[in-house]
């Protein structure tokens, strides 16, 4: 927030926050690049395209997460939600439902544009962060690149070489990775949940590794010695981070400002895209307000259309423009190869002498690592559950390598997208990390939590995902750097890309993909 506010202040920004108080009537703004979101995607898109001078529009469907409410925090905290916390909701949702089996982690909140979302579909439900930042404004921070065989695997037409090389490092360095004082990890209370976790993997002869993180652990420390106010310590993520957290908003998109080329307009839902007759791109814009009332709609004309709504937003509107009509060239593959990342959550109940600790830092530092074990890879993140109070659970976020693909399809009758990922295709990811946990039960003779998933006694929460990936995949939908076939100019940069699986946490390769692409893209495409 800070380096964002300090680049408006020194007058470098024209972020644009307009009022919605009045409907105005339709308007045509023209840009030479719009770029549709400011998630990892967007952002990389907006910061390139700004510093090759090229003037830049940026429309966010969320708000601008800067200004404090009346308790003096911009973003409320997730033991106390309030409306700042869900995206239109009258009551919170968030992913663990209960505790003993007692509805005491979500509340009623009042309808408003909250900083997160779960986009329901038939059998699957999506997390996404809204917002200026998108998921980096929600997300747990994790900055994990994947194994670079697995990278090949998933991208064998991509020179991995070059992105270990020059994209990987490219990211990590703007998105400001970090990782955690192994000597202060292994002394502070705040992540003895993650070290009793790691001692039962590794009686169970499993491997555990570090992951780095975009928090600034150098805060976290001080936030432990109770000299900063405390945030990963004060229980905040999915709600937002008040302080600590190298968000977008800090990073690439305050740099994609301070080229003073770059606008961002908030609170703009783009809803369908054509192509004029001199081939330029035609957007339709939905302005709303707080209430989530359309106040204006708005048409936008660009040469050059960065898609970056992130897997289901970037999906949603290339399915619903070739299906209508309106790019009715777009490939037949556009929305398919979809998938969930294999994710799957589950808690483990432990010994009342294995205390997990009341102190939990909100951001983990940890995964179980049993990706090489081809009969059953999978990559457990080692996950907080702050409470406040000794509650003994080992929580995880479970990474599988699971192959099930869904499709997105347009439905004529709501406007809208279906997802036909199925309970089916869960049950395959839940196999597979039940496979895990058994052993690492076994191992300790402990047994699984069955109070945090809702009331009947489930153990893997495997009907919502973090981790949504595909719907344009790169060299199916695109070409091999982005460019969306059947149409110039037009081009996704998100994790739509992503062929449905990274076997990690995503958006370090999102990031990077995005790095390659403006690289090809503004060395080819953008010459006079
Ligand atoms: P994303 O960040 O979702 O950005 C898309 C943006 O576009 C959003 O701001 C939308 O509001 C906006 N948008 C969408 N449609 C429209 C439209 N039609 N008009 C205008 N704006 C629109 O996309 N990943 C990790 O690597 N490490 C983690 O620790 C981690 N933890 C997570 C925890 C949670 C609770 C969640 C929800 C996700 C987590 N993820 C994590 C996933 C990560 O945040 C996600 O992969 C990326 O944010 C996806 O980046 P994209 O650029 O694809």
Redesign the pocket.
Known sequence: MVALQTAAAAGLTRISLQSASAAEPAVVDNAPAIV???????AVAALRLGQAGIRTLV????RLWNTPGSDGKVFCTTSAPDQRSMWFRTRTEA?LASFLWLDLVNRDISRYPGV?DRVHFADMSV??????????L???????TPLQSYFSEQFPTVDAAEMYGTYFPRARAMLGVNTVDPAWFESTEWYKFTRVSRKHAQNAGLKTTFVPNVYDFGYMQREAAGTATKSALGGE??YGNNHGKRSLDQTYLAAALGTGNVTINTM????AIRRATDGTYVLT?DRIDNTGAVVETKEYGCTYLFL???????S??LVRARDTGALPALDASVGAGWGTNGNVMLGRANHLWDTVGANQSTM?VMGIDDWANTANPVFAEIAPLPMGLEHWVSLYLAITKNPQRASFTYDAASGGVRLGWTAAQSAVSVSMARKLFDRINAANSTIYRYDLFGSSNKVFADDFC???LGGCVLGKATDNYGRVKGYSKLYVT???LVPGSIGV????T?TALAERTMARVLAEDTAP
């Open positions: 549709i979101g400011s998630g990892y995607g967007g429309l966010e469907m969320g992913p997160l997390y996404v962060g809204r917002g200026v930042g998108g998921g980096s929600v997300n747990g921070g994790m900055a994990v993520v999915i703009e839902r783009v809803r814009a970056g709504g992130g897997s289901l937003g970037t949603e509107l983990p973090y981790h949504p998100d994790g739509s946490n995503p958006f370090v999102i």
